[in-house]
T-cell receptor, first 114, second 116 residues
Framework: DAMVIQNPRYQVTQFGKPVTLSCSQTLNHNVMYWYQQKSSQAPKLLFH???????NEADTPDNFQSRRPNTSFCFLDIRSPGLGDAAMYLCATSRLGQPYQPQHFGDGTRLSIL | AQTVTQSQPEMSVQEAETVTLSCTYD???????LFWYKQPPSRQMILVIRQEAYKQQNATENRFSVNFQKAAKSFSLKISDSQLGDTAMYFC?????????????FGEGTQLTVNP
């Protein structure tokens, strides 16, 4: 089945130690999104890619970066994680020009900071 | 900017009964889409139902239906014959009818618990 896969499901890192979360998709969607979701809160969009065109949200901290080397993969890099960055990180995909189609979400990566 | 409000942080319902989750939104746009997503504990967020703003007819998907009131900017979700598997966080979401990214704006969510 076509899907969105996030690895790892759980990630533990140390305060200040860079960490990378990965997302892959087999849907061939041209838009990929990264959301941060803290406990019992709504997902908050960090940024998205339309193909290789990167779109950052105005309030996304500089500590968060992203890479999309090809259509299938997208990475979220946190350069110096702080305690406040502990959260679930969700990757989602969609096809541009089809706003009625739902975004497809991965299972998420739960990030813990020691 | 558009906002989405879910005024019920938590709700509970007995199995087999009906429950309605409320959602209101604010936008100056006329063309948009509305969605309800379900996020079970530690599981993937999945689409429950969707509505196109220019359609007056309320969307229905099996036990799930919406009451879309465009003038009132209200988009409530009704779950009939509630099942234990319906226990989840439910998010109402808004999306412009645009081509650049088509981002979703989520409400804060309603935690629904279905009791046996």
């Amino acid at each position: 089945d076509a899907m969105v896969i996030q690895n790892p499901r759980y990630q533990v890192t140390q305060f200040g130690k860079p960490v990378t979360l990965s997302c892959s998709q087999t849907l061939n969607h041209n838009v990929m999104y990264w959301y941060q979701q803290k406990s019992s809160q709504a997902p908050k969009l960090l940024f998205h890619y339309y193909d290789k065109d990167f779109n950052n949200e105005a309030d996304t901290p500089d500590n968060f970066q992203s890479r999309r080397p090809n259509t299938s993969f997208c990475f979220l890099d946190i350069r110096s994680p702080g305690l406040g960055d502990a959260a679930m990180y969700l990757c989602a995909t969609s096809r541009l020009g089809q706003p009625y189609q739902p975004q497809h979400f991965g299972d998420g990566t739960r990030l813990s900071i020691l | 900017a558009q906002t989405v409000t879910q005024s019920q942080p938590e709700m509970s319902v007995q199995e087999a009964e009906t429950v309605t989750l409320s959602c209101t939104y604010d936008t100056s746009e006329n063309n948009y889409y509305l969605f309800w997503y379900k996020q079970p504990p530690s599981r993937q967020m999945i689409l429950v139902i969707r509505q196109e703003a220019y359609k007056q007819q309320n969307a229905t998907e099996n036990r799930f239906s919406v009451n879309f009131q465009k003038a009132a900017k209200s988009f409530s979700l009704k779950i009939s014959d509630s099942q234990l598997g319906d226990t989840a966080m439910y998010f109402c979401a808004f999306r412009f009818k645009e081509t650049s990214g088509s981002r979703l704006t989520f409400g804060e969510g309603t935690q629904l618990t279905v009791n046996p």
